[in-house]
T-cell receptor, first 115, second 111 residues
């Protein structure tokens, strides 16, 4: 199957700082990328969907000014958590889908801890 | 009501046992159905798609009942390596193709 990477795999930061998470499709072109968040013992919740070269579509209740998404190329999407607070601590997972695939391929996730 | 509901478990079973997980979904417009497996602190991985005719992949059998909006997963001859959380996933229905995840059912296979 196709491979998706995420960087960093974990990050600890102070409250008020911004954190950027990268999601890359390594061996295919990802026309669509998805960003999810998973709190402990809860399901993955879709935050936003991004298509290459266009603005992301955010799910209800997700602040677009707080979670900035950039999908500038067919192999890279970034999620920036701006002015992070402890309640933003979570497991952030991206997935990618290419034109030749019906399936979404998930990255390994980034564990964010905000102190 | 949650869009996808699962029994959270845990299901503690001995090696070799057969175990069944159930899932219900609320959106009758959902078109695609999946079971994913998620290991602790890892990303979810696709286990199998689920079709109305039922499908089998080795020790795993999945069933879909659209009328009842019910999905099942049967694991035969459980292995220690099957221990994980099993996520029932459906698509959002309508024009959207987004995945909606259940909270998962935790399986612990005991030696």
């Amino acid at each position: 199957g196709a491979v998706v990477s995420q960087h960093p795999s974990w990050v600890i930061c102070k409250s008020g700082t911004s954190v950027k998470i990268e999601c890359r499709s390594l061996d295919f072109q990802a026309t669509t990328m998805f960003w999810y968040r998973q709190f402990p013992k809860q399901s993955l919740m879709l935050m936003a969907t991004s298509n290459e070269g266009s603005k992301a579509t955010y799910e209800q209740g997700v602040e677009k000014d707080k979670f900035l998404i950039n999908h500038a190329s067919l192999t890279l999407s970034t999620l920036t958590v701006t002015s992070a607070h402890p309640e933003d601590s979570s497991f952030y997972i991206c997935s990618a889908r290419g034109t030749n695939y019906n399936e979404q391929f998930f990255g390994p996730g980034t564990r964010l801890t905000v102190l | 009501r949650k869009e996808v509901e699962q029994d959270p478990g845990p299901f503690n079973v001995p090696e070799g046992a057969t175990v069944a997980f159930n899932c219900t979904y609320s959106n009758s417009a959902s078109q695609s159905f999946f079971w994913y497996r998620q290991d602790c602190r890892k990303e979810p991985k696709l286990l199998m798609s689920v079709y109305s005719s039922g499908n089998e992949d080795g020790r795993f059998t999945a069933q879909l009942n659209r009328a009842s909006q019910y999905i099942s997963l049967l694991i035969r001859d459980s292995k220690l390596s099957d221990s994980a959380t099993y996520l029932c996933v459906v698509t959002g229905g309508g024009a959207t193709n987004k995945l909606i995840f259940g909270t998962g059912t935790l399986l612990a296979v005991q030696p």
